[in-house]
Structure formats: C-alpha cells, structure tokens
C-alpha cells in the first residue's frame, strides 16, 4: 500500500490532530508513473561573499543588485563582491522602490535617494517619519502610520502637507502603501483601500469606493505582490491573524487551520516584524513569510494543481525549528541572490546542494494515520522510493524513521542508508517494522549529506484480521 507523504500529521495535549508540513522538502505536483508528484529537498544556500552587516532588505535596479547590510546601502555583483555606497542608518527592515532615475530606501524612518552617484536624504520636514516608500505614476508615495505622503511631481525631494491623504473608510493605522495596475494601495492594520491618480492640485490620488477591503495588514512588511495581486498576513478588527489573497474587491483566505494554529503561536508585536516575500521559479509561485523561528511557505501553483493547499516549512537548523537564514531573495544576474539576516554574508539558492552557508542542515517528513479499522496488523517493511546517488563524493548518509501510536510520543529511530554517489539504484527499507494495535503514523528525519528526492512510502503490512487496511 501506498501512505501519503505531502503532509502528516501529529496530535498535541489540546487533544487536537494537528498538520506536520515537510520541514525543508517541496511538494512538487508531478506525475512520473511511481507517484502523482514527490518531494524535493528545498535548494541550499551558497556563499558567495561577506558584506558590512545583517542584510535588511534588496532589490534589483537596473540590472544591478542593490542590498542595505546592517546600516550600509550597498551593491552586490553576481560573483558577491560588495561595494558599499553609503549609509542610510537604522537596525530593521526597509522598504525600497525606484523611479526612472533614482532609488528610494525608507530605513531609520527616514526617505533615501540613490541617483546612480550620490546617497542623500530627503530633509523637507513635511516628510515625517517613513515607514515604507513606493512609486508610483511619477510620485514616491510613503506612509508615517496615519497619513499617506506624496513627493512633488517636479521635485521628489519636496513634500507639500496639502498633498497629503488619509485612510478614509476605517481610522486603523496605515502598515504599508504600495502600487498595482497604476492605483495605490493602503494597508491599514484591519483594512486595505485603493486609491486611483486624479491629479489635481491636493492629494493626487482618490479612494475607490468598491475595492476596499475588511481584511488588513499586521505589519509593514507582512504582504507581498504576487503576480497581479497581494497576499498578506493580518486580519479584520477582532479577529485572529491569518493569511489571505487578495481578489477583485475581495479577499480569500488561503491559510489552513494549521497555519492559523502557527500564527497563534506568536504575540502581535512578533508577527507585526514579519517580512513576507515571492519566489516564480520552475512552475511554482511561493509565498515566503518569515517568521522569527521558521518560514512558512504557501505555494500557490502547487495549491491549484493539486486542488488542495500546499504549504511546507523552511528553517536553518539540524533539528527542529530555527530562523530560515535566506532572505531579501531577488532574481539578478540569473541567479536567486540572499542575504544572511544573522551575518553579513552573500550568496544565491542552489539545487546542486541543500547544506545552508556550508553548515550541513536538518529535514524533516511524516505521514498520515495508517488505519487498520480498529483492528491490528504486522508492518513487514517501509520502503522509501527516493532518487539516489546524487550525494557529495565520499558522504554514506542516513535516513531515519519513528513511529507513534498516539501522535506525540515518538518510537526509537531506526536508520537506513541512502545511498553513496553514484548508487542511483539504492533502495532505502526498514524491514521487521512490528505491529499495528489500532492506528499509527511514521515520520522521516535526515541532513542534507543525504541530497535525495522521496517520490513514495510503499508499505508491506499484513493485516491480522480481515478488516480492510486503510488510510487517513
């Protein structure tokens, strides 16, 4: 018999059956005559170079990959050398957007122009502080969390207090403003509102009566564009966090229980630190939200094809959870370049490997309920169908597996070998795996020395009755 590997599942002391996402594997929707898809191991992180600080945000411009390390503005080369170019202050996250000739950075709660030569700030007193800065029909338009503030027309370096605007439907502070099809978005902490450019000699921009919506943002950097629309995290005034998508004049909630249950897991002034960011790449669309201990991951195409939400976890750890050390992804020089948000290093995602800064890191899989009716059965075998031999030269890794009958207590492991470089047909099985009194589930634990792909669990299980063996 065939058990799920996509998702497991686990019990906690609530009682609750709980979702147990693959921890550093993909779910990648593909049929290849053993499975209708399989699990990749998510790409490794290579260094390529070391930079003045934590990296706090990126973005390409005009080729050229432009990155804030600790408190420096600085460029990145595809080889990762780094040139800094100033200083623009500040210890959190930033906000940057460019125009057609010069690059706006909001860090410190101050605006920052980079031209091409020269770093300068924004000094016109009508600015106040800079939350997020974005551009959009010829204005860099900010936010101080109550006003949305935009720049002059002739000069980007001159705000006019008449041009102010405000959010209008609901006085909840304004997170985030950024731009879509040429109308500007709000996000205010319980809704979003959108705004068309009417020109005119006050704010330039007018509220949208049909397309606000009763959802809002958690953060200033907890959204993300994806293709042509958002996907935020937040919630309406007095409801719990949770993850959506924005849709014509709407919005739809693409977050499963178990990712809700994680969210509730932090305080809002954590989850208000968040940075969510895309990754288009290889027929997958992901939604990355950076937590303080992990990365959830919603992947959108995925989600669609096999008609069911597809979420997996990413952290940079051996065991457990662990602050997912990649971040500020940006495609430039065709490579995903990231930064290291707890070092001042560089370097770009790679499938060649999955070790993360050169550190060997940990994953993690289980299964659904393996179900005998109620009666019980004799587990002969577990066979993991993997693709194999494609590990570093010299490595012999281990593959790992327990069991549970209640779903938090946890069998001794069992290894197995995966398999050397070059033994691509090795099978991975753990034979003689005793009984089966009433239900169980299996989960599966290596490092990254063992770089394989799980395609299927196939199970050899003999029931001792003649109830039917099912699954859950």
């Given at each position: 018999m065939q058990i799920p590997i996509v998702a497991g599942i686990y019990t906690d002391g609530a009682p609750d059956f709980r979702t147990a996402y693959p921890r550093n594997w993909i779910p990648v929707p593909k049929k290849n005559g053993i499975s209708d898809g399989y699990l990749r191991q998510a790409?490794?992180?290579?260094?390529?170079?070391?930079?003045?600080?934590?990296?706090?945000?990126?973005?390409?411009?005009?080729?050229?990959?432009?990155?804030?390390?600790?408190?420096?503005?600085?460029?990145?080369?595809?080889?990762?050398?780094?040139?800094?170019?100033?200083?623009?202050?500040?210890s959190g996250l930033v906000s940057m957007d460019y125009s057609?000739?010069?690059?706006?950075?909001?860090?410190?709660?101050?605006?920052?122009?980079?031209?091409?030569?020269?770093?300068?700030?924004?000094?016109?007193?009508?600015?106040?502080?800079?939350?997020?800065?974005?551009?959009?029909?010829?204005?860099?338009?900010?936010?101080d969390g109550t006003s949305?503030?935009?720049?002059?027309?002739?000069?980007?370096?001159?705000?006019?207090?008449?041009?102010?605007?405000?959010?209008?439907?609901?006085?909840?502070?304004?997170?985030?403003?950024?731009?879509?099809?040429?109308?500007?978005y709000a996000f205010g902490r319980y809704t979003v509102e959108v705004y068309q450019n009417v020109g005119g000699t006050g704010f330039p921009f007018e509220r949208i009566d049909g397309a606000q919506v009763g959802k809002g943002c958690i953060g200033t950097h907890a959204y993300c564009s994806l293709g042509n629309t958002f996907v935020f995290t937040g919630s309406g005034r007095g409801e719990a966090p949770a993850v959506y998508q924005m849709v014509p004049g709407d919005v739809q909630k693409v977050s499963t229980r178990e990712i809700d249950t994680i969210l509730l897991g932090y305080t809002e002034a954590e989850l208000s630190q968040i940075r969510m960011e895309t990754r288009v790449d290889k027929s997958h669309q992901h939604v990355l939200i950076h937590l303080p201990d992990q990365c959830l991951v919603y992947d959108t195409m995925a989600s669609a094809e096999m008609q069911t939400p597809v979420w997996f976890v990413l952290t940079t750890a051996l065991t457990g959870l662990g602050q997912y050390r990649a971040r500020g992804l940006v495609w430039c020089y065709d490579q995903w370049n990231v930064g290291d948000p707890q070092?001042?290093?560089?370097?770009?995602?790679?499938?060649?490997?999955?070790?993360?800064?050169?550190?060997?890191?940990?994953?993690?899989?289980?299964?659904?309920?393996?179900?005998?009716?109620?009666?019980?059965?004799?587990?002969?075998?577990?066979?993991?169908?993997?693709?194999?031999?494609?590990?570093?030269?010299?490595?012999?890794?281990?593959?790992?597996?327990?069991?549970?009958?209640?779903?938090?207590?946890?069998?001794?492991?069992?290894?197995?070998?995966?398999?050397?470089?070059?033994?691509?047909?090795k099978r991975i099985a753990w034979r003689t795996q005793g009984k089966l009194s009433h239900w169980r589930m299996q989960r599966f634990r290596g490092t990254s020395d063992a770089h394989v792909a799980a395609v299927r669990l196939e199970a050899q299980i003999e029931p001792l009755y003649t109830k039917a063996t099912s699954y859950g």
């Amino acid at each position: 018999m065939q058990i799920p590997i996509v998702a497991g599942i686990y019990t906690d002391g609530a009682p609750d059956f709980r979702t147990a996402y693959p921890r550093n594997w993909i779910p990648v929707p593909k049929k290849n005559g053993i499975s209708d898809g399989y699990l990749r191991q998510a790409d490794g992180i290579e260094s390529l170079g070391t930079g003045p600080g934590a990296e706090r945000g990126a973005i390409n411009w005009n080729g050229t990959l432009f990155r804030v390390m600790g408190t420096k503005l600085c460029t990145v080369s595809k080889a990762g050398a780094v040139t800094v170019l100033g200083d623009v202050g500040g210890s959190g996250l930033v906000s940057m957007d460019y125009s057609f000739d010069r690059l706006g950075i909001a860090s410190d709660g101050k605006l920052w122009y980079w031209d091409g030569t020269t770093l300068s700030q924004v000094t016109d007193p009508d600015i106040g502080t800079v939350l997020d800065v974005h551009w959009i029909a010829g204005y860099f338009m900010t936010t101080d969390g109550t006003s949305i503030v935009t720049t002059d027309l002739a000069d980007p370096a001159s705000v006019n207090v008449l041009h102010y605007g405000s959010a209008e439907a609901d006085p909840d502070p304004v997170m985030a403003v950024d731009e879509l099809r040429n109308e500007a978005y709000a996000f205010g902490r319980y809704t979003v509102e959108v705004y068309q450019n009417v020109g005119g000699t006050g704010f330039p921009f007018e509220r949208i009566d049909g397309a606000q919506v009763g959802k809002g943002c958690i953060g200033t950097h907890a959204y993300c564009s994806l293709g042509n629309t958002f996907v935020f995290t937040g919630s309406g005034r007095g409801e719990a966090p949770a993850v959506y998508q924005m849709v014509p004049g709407d919005v739809q909630k693409v977050s499963t229980r178990e990712i809700d249950t994680i969210l509730l897991g932090y305080t809002e002034a954590e989850l208000s630190q968040i940075r969510m960011e895309t990754r288009v790449d290889k027929s997958h669309q992901h939604v990355l939200i950076h937590l303080p201990d992990q990365c959830l991951v919603y992947d959108t195409m995925a989600s669609a094809e096999m008609q069911t939400p597809v979420w997996f976890v990413l952290t940079t750890a051996l065991t457990g959870l662990g602050q997912y050390r990649a971040r500020g992804l940006v495609w430039c020089y065709d490579q995903w370049n990231v930064g290291d948000p707890q070092s001042g290093a560089v370097g770009r995602l790679t499938g060649d490997v999955s070790t993360h800064w050169g550190q060997r890191n940990g994953w993690e899989f289980g299964t659904s309920i393996i179900y005998n009716a109620g009666s019980g059965a004799i587990v002969h075998e577990l066979e993991l169908v993997c693709l194999t031999g494609r590990v570093a030269l010299g490595a012999d890794p281990v593959i790992w597996t327990s069991y549970s009958t209640d779903g938090q207590t946890w069998s001794q492991e069992r290894s197995a070998r995966a398999g050397r470089q070059g033994e691509r047909n090795k099978r991975i099985a753990w034979r003689t795996q005793g009984k089966l009194s009433h239900w169980r589930m299996q989960r599966f634990r290596g490092t990254s020395d063992a770089h394989v792909a799980a395609v299927r669990l196939e199970a050899q299980i003999e029931p001792l009755y003649t109830k039917a063996t099912s699954y859950g």
